[in-house]
């Protein structure tokens, strides 16, 4: 019953801030499964856990 909300809220900073990152090519990471699945569903931005960053790093992707 809050996902309205929760969409509106999100327009407020977090979602513009998001899209502009992810359209520069930046990163974007978010390490709560919800906080992930807010973020696409809310910007089209696939948010990464850190774990994903450290990994893709070590192995020099």
Excluded: Y
């Excluded at 801030?17 to 974007?28: F, I, L, M, P, Y």
């Excluded at 906080?35 to 893709?56: K, M, S």
Aim: glycine share 14%; aromatic share 4%; charged share 25%.
């Amino acid at each position: 019953g809050h996902a309205e909300m929760s969409m509106a809220l999100g327009e407020r900073e977090l979602f513009p801030k998001v899209r502009e990152a992810g359209a520069d090519g930046n990163a974007v990471i978010a390490d709560g499964f919800s906080c992930r699945t807010h973020i696409d569903q809310g910007t089209g931005v696939a948010p990464q856990h850190i774990a994903e960053i450290v990994r893709n790093v070590l192995k020099g992707n």
